[in-house]
C-alpha cells in the first residue's frame, strides 16, 4: 500500500459489531472477563485500548513499522525511550534540539546518572569522537528545531550498528510523509503526534514505531508500567486527522517553499533557514533523505533587538503567535521566549536561536493571504 491509502486505511476495518468506518471511541477503563484471564485480549486502558491499537497500527505503517506505541505526549515517548538506559550509561545527541527534550535530558535523566553528549551532528563522523563502551543510544532530532540543520540518519545509522549503540530520531518536523528514518536503519522513531501526525492543534500525543520485537517488549512494559498513555476520545482525534496527513504535507511543504523564497529576498530579513535551498549546508542531505523539504521556516530579522522582533511577532494577523507546528493554521513562534526558553542562553547562542530568531509553521491556508499577512508584518 501507498502512503496515502496506508494514512486512511492501515489497522483499520469496519467495526465488527455495527459496520462502523470510522473506527469506535472505546471510552472504558476496564472490561469484562467471563472468567480470570478469559477475555476478548482487553484488560485495562492502560495497558490495551481498542481504539489506541488501531491507532498505534496505523501510527507504525505510516513509519514502515512492524510496531507502534501511542503515548500521551510526545515527551511522554521521549521519556519511555530514555528509560530503556541505566546508571552511568551514555547518550549522544543533537546541540539543537527540541527545548522539551533538552530540559528531560539535563534536569531529569542526568540526575539517574545518564551522561548526555550534546554534539553538532551535522557531520556524522564527529559522533565516533563521543563513542564510548557506555554509550547506549544516539538520539537524532532532524531537520532540526529551529535552525533546520540535517542529520544524515543513514550514515549515523552505520556508525551505530557497528557499536551496537541504538539509534532513535525524533522525526516530529519532518513527519512520515517527508521522511522514514527506519528505512534509513534507525531503530526507533518517535514523534510528537501533536504536531503534523494530528494535524489540527487539538491533540496532545506522542508515538514510538519500531520493528524489533524484543525492544517492542521492553518499551511496551515501560508504557504500561508508567503509565503515560493516551485516551480513547485523543487516540480517535488522531486516526480521523492521519487520514488527511498526505494532502495536508503537500500543500505544508508548497506553502512552506512560496514563504522561504518570499523571504529569502525580503530587505528586513538577515537569514533564513529552510533546507530547500541549494546552498542550505545541508542540502545535498535532505535532498537524500527526505521527500520534499516541509513547511517549517526560520528567520532572523535585521538589525532587530529583542523589542522589535516582539513587535513583528506580534503584529500578524493570518498567522498566530503560539507555540506548536504542524497545524493546518499557520503559526509564529519566537523560540528564545517560548519554546527554547529552558536552554541557556550561552547554548541558544551557539546554533543561533538568538533573540532576532522567529520559526514559522506554514499552515495550509491560501497562499496570498499568508503571502499579504508577512508583507504588512514585515514592513
Ligand atoms: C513538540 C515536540 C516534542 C514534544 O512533543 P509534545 O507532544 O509536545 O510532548 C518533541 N520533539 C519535537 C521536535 C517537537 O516539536
Not at 510523509?177 to 496532545?204: C, F, R
Amino acid at each position: 500500500m501507498k502512503f496515502g491509502t496506508k494514512a486512511i486505511h492501515a489497522g483499520q476495518e469496519p467495526d465488527p459489531s455495527t459496520g462502523a468506518i470510522m473506527t469506535p471511541i472505546y471510552q472504558t477503563s476496564t472490561y469484562w472477563q467471563k472468567s480470570p484471564g478469559d477475555n476478548k485480549g482487553f484488560e485495562y486502558s492502560r495497558g490495551t485500548n481498542p481504539t489506541r491499537q488501531v491507532l498505534e497500527s496505523c501510527l507504525a505503517a505510516l513509519e514502515n513499522a512492524k510496531h507502534g506505541l501511542a503515548f500521551s505526549s510526545g515527551m511522554g515517548a521521549t521519556d519511555a525511550v530514555m528509560k530503556l538506559l541505566s546508571p552511568g550509561d551514555e547518550v549522544i545527541t543533537g546541540d539543537d534540539l527540541y527545548g522539551g527534550s533538552y530540559r528531560i535530558f539535563t534536569k531529569i535523566f542526568s540526575n539517574y546518572g545518564i551522561k548526555f553528549h550534546f554534539i553538532n551532528m551535522t557531520d556524522a563522523e564527529n559522533v565516533t569522537k563521543y563513542i564510548n563502551p557506555n554509550t547506549k543510544l544516539i538520539w537524532i532530532e532532524t531537520p532540526t528545531n529551529p535552525t533546520m540543520q540535517i542529520v544524515d540518519i543513514e550514515a549515523i545509522s552505520k556508525i551505530a550498528k557497528a557499536k551496537n549503540i541504538l539509534l532513535s530520531v525524533d522525526n516530529t518536523f519532518a513527519s512520515p510523509y517527508l521522511q522514514n528514518p527506519i528505512d534509513l536503519g534507525a531503530d526507533i522513531v518517535m514523534h510528537s503526534v501533536t504536531k503534523y501526525l494530528a494535524g489540527h492543534s487539538d491533540v496532545i500525543m506522542g508515538a514510538l514505531m519500531l520493528n524489533d520485537d524484543q525492544l517492542y517488549k521492553r518499551l511496551w512494559f515501560i508504557y504500561n508500567a508508567c503509565g503515560a498513555t493516551p485516551g480513547p476520545m485523543d487516540s480517535f482525534l488522531v486516526l480521523r486527522g492521519l487520514k488527511t496527513l498526505h494532502l495536508r504535507m503537500r500543500a505544508h511543504c508548497e506553502n512552506g517553499r512560496m514563504i522561504a523564497e518570499f523571504l529569502r529576498n525580503h530587505p528586513k530579513v538577515e537569514k533564513i533557514y529552510w533546507p530547500g535551498f541549494s546552498d542550505h549546508p545541508n542540502h545535498s542531505i535532505a535532498k537524500k533523505q527526505m521527500r520534499d523539504f516541509g513547511g517549517m521556516v526560520s528567520i532572523t530579522l535585521k538589525d532587530a533587538d529583542l523589542k522589535e522582533t516582539y513587535r513583528v511577532a506580534s503584529s500578524f494577523k493570518v498567522f498566530s503567535l503560539a507555540e506548536s507546528l504542524g497545524g493546518v493554521e499557520s503559526l509564529i513562534n519566537h523560540p528564545v521566549s517560548m519554546t527554547h526558553g529552558s536552554i541557556p542562553k550561552e547554548e541558544r547562542d551557539k546554533v543561533g536561536v538568538t533573540d532576532n530568531l522567529l520559526r514559522l509553521s506554514v499552515g495550509v491556508e491560501d497562499i496570498d493571504d499568508l503571502l499579504d499577512d508577512l508583507k504588512q508584518a514585515l514592513s
